[in-house]
């Protein structure tokens, strides 16, 4: 059974910096893209940064310049490095993963950024 697990969100004050981790788990024979996807309260999931096979990455417009998206293939993990900080990146962040064609989705990390 495939797992995504989330770490490393909490509450942060403007301008400040949080590492994500997302850690695939189980038993696959390849992890092609891999995501970061956000939900604000009370608004639709959106896209936040996403990385391919081969290392390309792109970014929403709201986070470019702010966070980077990267992986490390033989850990089989996903991290989002989030930098300057703002209150409407407030929400809980969900690592999605493309395994051997099929999507997965981690249950959700909730970041908070204080004003």
């Known amino acids: 059974q495939v797992q995504l697990v989330e770490s490393g969100g909490g509450l942060v004050q403007a301008g400040g910096s949080l590492r994500l981790s997302c850690a695939a788990s189980?038993?696959?024979?390849?992890?092609?893209?891999m995501a970061w996807y956000r939900q604000p309260l009370g608004k639709e999931r959106e896209l936040v940064a996403v990385?391919?096979?081969?290392?390309?990455?792109n970014y929403a417009d709201s986070v470019k310049g702010r966070f980077t998206i990267s992986r490390d293939y033989a850990k089989n993990m996903a991290y989002l490095q989030m930098n300057s900080l703002k209150p409407e990146d407030t929400a809980v962040y969900y690592c999605?993963?493309?395994?051997?064609?099929?999507?997965?989705w981690g249950k959700g990390t909730l970041v908070t950024v204080s004003s």
């Open positions: 999605n993963a493309r395994i051997d064609g099929r999507d997965y």
């Open positions: 189980g038993s696959f024979f390849r992890i092609n893209g």
């Open positions: 990385i391919n096979l081969l290392g390309s990455t």
